[in-house]
């Protein structure tokens, strides 16, 4: 979510700041109601829950209330109804949104208190937004789980979708076309099966879905237990195979839509009681993913492309696992994310644009797609190339920095003790903040106890070493930590006199991707190593595989390179966050000397300047540079304010050729919900006239016969007759004249 803060923030600099927007999230992101907030994994429930009608049984507090009763129902309402969800609802059906319309781009943080202001949903409100909007951001899984895109009702037919952080698309696209499973979650379903058995009476139970169909499930899904219990391990299967395990279980081609919906609505019936719906849910995610290929929106063949693109593998346990009982996982792995563009496309996309800082390579990542791309621009950085300065090292003394498993594992001391050394010497000069990062966290905690243990100079270690120079900081293994320890980061850095801090992180891991590392935050970043995904890892086995037989042994290996840099990519660009900004890089492995592809892959601002350095040039290299940068920086801030304001006239030369220029838009909008306003008051006017028009004829028409019955009586039958023909106020008698009127009524 703070990717998409950082865009909306920048969306409202921009001249499109007009367009009506929607930023979307999951509840848990974005509901105020207090006791809801505290249902954990069970908020959709208890959402639900409180969004039903109250059966309050107190008697009616209009009706002669006394005390008990008031108390009683306002208790029942507190404890039974969402009010934030009620005034949502008031405010909708009154069409007095124009506070949230009208109010321009939200982030999830203002729209949260825009909706207190109010005492409305902000949930709701999101998705009542996106109705009108222009332009929704939204996270990934919203567009690339086919299953929430379905849920979340959204039309994505002639959309240009944007997707920021592109080098994760791949990745993104595969995981949600595949799923794992567990036997004890089809043993949690079968329970709240049996539960919702139990409650076939209750008045609130589906109506469409009846005792024997409850039983149906409950014995297809022991079938389903028994064929994933008896699954050999470490044996995969292609994706067919996976079907058929699903098939003869019960869910066959012809029922399975039949059983998922069944499935869907005893989910929604327990979840609304506030019971357990944990394996229901699992199981209903795994039969839309088997599933998914054989739906309208999925592009191709259900059984070719289950065979070619997928594979089903149960994993193998250590004989430790299996002395602790640890349950084996069963997956199906997408290899191919083009099943999720190529579908995507099928509903209508107009166009897609794959953005990113490090979509380098940028082969592999379009073989993986699988969708053309016609477009192709790699642009500059924003920085000046004398704003960065890029050193590779391979040696420190006789030990080779060399992070490959074989040569590091049998050279270990002598390894880490070097990159220790090329720390020290970094953190010694450079000055505020250091970022380092590894390959693996197996591996930083090898090179730290190495440090730890080893001597140097006149330190105790080379780690208390390094701390002297540098407070040293470690990324913490829950996500929830990290905000706490970059305050703490922070401060030391901001601190007068201090020498800075030094923040140890691992490629892939929360330090290295999404999160900036600005102005004196990082002003170096040293690199150890490369992250290749681990080689006999079973995915890995079988994605490479996969890429070798459906393309070629080249794409293969590009598609590992690719894996390795892309991490490395992303964290170098953590220490320069704007124009203004400058930083060193060191890259530490005789890889990043040494092969070609590597350094061919390394981001473009980084290649055009970088230098192969020995270990003593390195001091006067960080002195040099971090002494005349300030200069540096004066003349590059001199020409990047006259280039900005070119950007800005020409942008403003291009807004005042459009049809409406941004200023005078949101008047517009203004005006056209004013304009809407004022003919909806006007055709309530003309119904209200309307009716009292026709009551007053049928008045007419009751009066004109009594007349005309009163004259018949008397015998005045001309006048009767003149009378009689005149039952239609609107047309007959507004051609009469008035003396004939007068005449008719005397």
Not at 487 to 497: D, H, R
Not at 508 to 533: C, H, N, Q, T
């Amino acid at each position: 979510m703070k990717c998409l803060c950082q865009a909306i923030q920048e969306f409202k600099t921009t001249g499109y700041q007009h367009l009506r927007s929607a930023v979307l999230a999951s509840r848990t992101h974005l509901c105020i109601h207090p006791s809801a907030k505290q249902a954990g994994s069970n908020l959709d429930n208890k959402c639900r829950s409180l969004r039903k009608k109250s059966k309050c049984d107190a008697p009616n507090p209009d009706i002669n209330p006394d005390i008990e009763d008031l108390q009683k129902c306002r208790r029942c309402k507190s404890d039974h109804t969402c009010p934030f969800y009620t005034n949502f609802e008031e405010m909708k059906k009154n069409k007095t949104d124009e506070p949230f319309i009208m109010a321009g781009a939200f982030d999830q943080k203002s729209l949260i208190a825009k909706c207190k202001e109010y005492k409305v949903c902000p949930f709701y409100m999101s998705r009542h937004l996106k109705e009108k909007a222009d332009i929704i951001f939204l996270p990934y899984s919203y567009i690339f789980n086919p299953h929430i895109l379905k849920g979340m009702n959204i039309d994505i037919k002639n959309a240009i979708i944007i997707i920021d952080e592109g080098h994760n698309l791949e990745k993104v696209c595969e995981e949600n076309a595949s799923f794992s499973i567990q036997v004890p979650d089809v043993t949690n379903c079968l329970k709240e099966l049996k539960k919702a058995l139990e409650c076939v009476d209750d008045e609130e139970f589906p109506t469409d879905v009846e005792e024997k169909h409850v039983l149906e499930l409950i014995k297809i899904l022991e079938k389903l237990r028994h064929k994933l219990e008896t699954l050999e391990p470490n044996n995969a299967k292609n994706g067919q195979f996976c079907i058929s395990i699903f098939s003869e279980s019960g869910f066959t081609k012809q029922d399975w839509r039949r059983l998922l919906y069944n499935l869907k609505e005893i989910t929604q019936f327990l979840g609304g009681k506030e019971l357990k719906t944990e394996g229901l849910k699992k199981i209903v995610n795994v039969v839309e993913t088997v599933f998914y290929l054989d739906s309208d929106d999925c592009d191709g063949s259900q059984e070719s492309t289950l065979e070619k693109s997928f594979v089903l593998y149960k994993e193998k346990l250590t004989p430790e696992e299996i002395l602790k009982e640890v349950e084996p996982k069963i997956f199906l792995w997408c290899f191919d994310a083009s099943v999720i563009m190529k579908s995507l496309q099928k509903q209508g996309v107009h166009s897609f644009i794959v953005t990113s800082g490090t979509l380098s390579p940028l082969l592999p990542l379009k073989r993986s797609l699988g969708i053309p791309f016609e477009i192709e621009l790699i642009n500059e950085h924003v920085i000046d190339k004398s704003q960065i300065l890029a050193l590779s090292v391979g040696q420190v003394g006789n030990a080779k920095l060399d992070a490959r498993y074989d040569y590091r594992e049998k050279n270990k001391n002598s390894v880490y003790s070097a990159f220790g050394k090329l720390v020290f010497k970094v953190a010694e000069v450079s000055p505020k903040g250091l970022l380092i990062f590894f390959p693996s966290g197996r591996v930083k905690k090898d090179c730290l106890d190495v440090w730890s243990k080893t001597p140097f100079q006149h330190y105790s270690s080379l780690y208390a070493a390094i701390e002297t120079e540098k407070v040293i900081y470690e990324e913490p293994k829950l996500s929830s930590d990290l905000p706490g320890l970059q305050k703490l980061f922070g401060q030391k850095i901001a601190e007068p006199n201090s020498k800075g801090a030094c923040l140890i992180g691992v490629l892939s891991g929360k330090v290295s991707e999404g999160i900036d590392f600005k102005d004196d935050l990082g002003r170096a970043v040293v690199m150890f190593g490369l992250p290749y995904p681990p080689y006999m890892d079973p995915w890995v086995i079988h994605k490479k595989k996969h890429i070798r037989e459906h393309d070629s042994a080249e794409a293969e290996d590009d598609w590992y390179q690719a894996q390795a840099i892309r991490p490395v990519n992303q964290a170098l660009g953590r220490i320069i966050r704007h124009q203004g900004d400058y930083g060193v890089v060191v890259l530490a492995d005789v890889r990043y000397i040494s092969n070609y592809k590597i350094i061919r892959s390394l981001p473009g601002w980084l290649q055009r300047g970088r230098e192969v350095v020995l270990f003593p040039q390195i001091s006067n290299r960080l002195k040099n540079f971090f002494s005349t940068i300030p200069s540096k920086m004066k003349d590059i801030k001199r020409r990047t304010e006259i280039q900005q304001e070119k950007i800005r006239l020409r942008h403003r030369k291009e807004m005042e050729v459009e049809q409406y220029p941004a200023y005078d838009y949101h008047d517009l909008s203004k005006l056209k919900i004013v304009e809407t306003k004022r003919k909806e008051t006007l055709c309530t006017e003309i119904l209200n006239l309307e009716k009292k028009l026709q009551d007053a004829s049928a008045a007419t028409a009751l009066l004109l016969l009594e007349i005309a019955m009163t004259k018949d009586k008397i015998g005045l039958t001309e006048t009767t007759t003149t009378a009689h023909n005149c039952t239609d106020y609107d047309s007959d008698c507004e051609s009469t004249g008035d003396g004939e009127w007068d005449e008719a009524i005397g």
